[in-house]
């Protein structure tokens, strides 16, 4: 269980945001990435100057028609761009290939500084040093509620360094193109502690504890809560304003806000702050922020300031080791095939990921704006062709953004042509590093 204390890793976080004794989060222990010997640090240095791809592409023939020979950005990652001809049209397209096995290679969720924060995914790159990356999950783009704020946030759930950031909002809740049968908003693609590429499902566990009442967790930093639950807030949400989190129900997102809510504050232990609406502001990192509609918020009016109160909190995956890093998007691959119901018909700017059958290589594939588009279904079966396994949709349309450079560029620069004109403001992204990056 994530009881409030949860150190953060030291590796790949822009910033030391350590979580304090009193969220009661369990206590998972990280492990610090380990000094490269002189000798890989050699190898990889001749990698670099012998302009070698250090990542192997699928078997000949497979492949989309190649407008570029792929370049190397670091060893263990490249870059392309080739067309795809369908509909007797060519598609423009950008792909990053990564190596996982790579050791001198990490990949990473970067994001805008917090949960419900938005920024161009060249900066959320560059602020992280990242020598690639894509946008990332779908989001909180609108809102038909007057005057309650957008609050920018994802629609899955998103892990970064190994810190579990939020988790999902319900199906009904979710902005993006229909799933497909079978899928939810809880699915995500993500690398594991053992570098290791897969899909899976991930669910929130969690307990609000007070002497002998309990009442579960259904929501972690996210827009949307299901009707009758409780959410958890914490410092990693930022300080847009709570309220949309009891707006819509589980199948509208359409709908008014519950006029049935509650939120109280909780500090070591110790509830220091009720309230009847949502509210807004910053979160103290030594805090944490319960918000209730109906049944939930019925929960939460038995609490009074002084009471204590143990909150736990849990992303729990459908596998055996968790993620090191990972990001909402619904499954179009699995088993090196395409799902069943997916879009045939519509085309459109996409972005997407995947992973081999191995889980060793990973795919970000973005459709670029200048061209017609593809279908989800193309998608799927254009990252089959790639080489990839296992796949998720990202958000596309205006969001779409493929960004690169080597690591001896000082900024990477945008490779796709938005379809907006312009980068659009987005929550998350994969980011790609490599050690060897000296800035």
């Known amino acids: 269980m994530l009881s409030a204390d949860r150190s953060r890793p030291p590796a790949l976080l822009a910033s030391d945001r350590s979580r304090p004794p009193a969220l009661l989060r369990s206590d998972r222990s990280r492990h610090p990435r380990k000094l490269l010997a002189a000798s890989a640090l050699g190898l990889a240095l001749a990698l670099v100057s ?16 190649i407008s570029a020979a792929p370049g190397t950005l670091a060893p263990g990652v490249t870059y392309r761009e080739f067309t795809r001809p369908t509909a007797g049209v060519e598609v423009p397209l950008h792909l990053v290939e990564v190596d996982l096995r790579n050791p001198l290679v990490t990949v990473d969720l970067i994001t805008a500084g917090a949960v419900a924060a938005r920024a161009p995914i060249s900066a959320q790159a560059d602020s992280r040093r990242a020598i690639a990356a894509v946008n990332g999950d779908f989001f909180n783009i609108s809102n038909t509620q007057p005057g309650v704020e957008v609050t920018g946030s994802a629609v899955g759930p998103a892990i970064s360094g190994g810190d579990e950031l939020k988790a999902a909002v319900p199906n009904g809740q979710r902005f993006g193109p229909g799933l497909p049968p079978g899928t939810a908003t809880s699915d995500v693609l993500g690398v594991g502690v053992d570098r290791v590429g897969r899909l899976a499902r991930v669910s929130l566990k969690g307990t609000v504890s007070a002497g002998r009442d309990r009442f579960p967790v259904t929501g972690f930093n996210q827009y949307a809560l299901p009707v009758g639950g409780v959410g958890v807030f914490d410092s990693d949400w930022g300080g847009v304003s709570r309220k949309r989190s009891t707006c819509g129900t589980d199948t509208d997102r359409a709908a008014p806000c519950s006029t049935d809510t509650y939120e109280l504050s909780v500090r070591h232990g110790r ?9 807004t502001g910053a979160i103290a990192r030594d805090t944490v922020v319960l918000v209730g509609r109906e049944q939930g918020a019925q929960a939460l009016r038995r609490f009074e300031v002084g009471d204590r109160v143990r909150v736990d909190y849990d992303l ?30 519509t085309a459109a700017i996409r972005t997407a990921a995947g992973v081999s059958a191995d889980g060793r290589r990973l795919f970000l594939l973005a459709v ?4 017609p588009g593809l279908t989800i279904l193309d998608l799927a079966l254009t990252l089959r062709e790639l080489g990839a396994a296992g796949a998720v949709n990202l958000d596309g349309g205006g969001s779409t ?4 450079r080597t690591v001896a560029e000082p900024a990477v620069e945008v490779r796709n042509h938005p379809s907006g004109g312009a980068e659009r403001p987005v929550p998350n992204g994969i980011g790609v590093f490599s050690r060897l990056d000296s800035r």
């Open 368 to 371: 670029d704006g200048a061209g």
């Open 316 to 345: 729990v995956p459908d596998t055996r080791l968790p993620f090191r890093f990972a990001v909402g998007g619904f499954p179009i691959l699995q088993d090196g095939e395409p799902l069943a119901g997916l879009d045939g018909r």
């Open 50 to 65: 012998g302009a070698t791809p250090a990542v192997a592409g699928p078997a000949a023939g497979t492949l989309p028609a």
């Open 401 to 404: 953004t493929l960004v690169t």
């Open 271 to 279: 509830v220091v702050r009720t309230g009847i609406e949502p509210g």
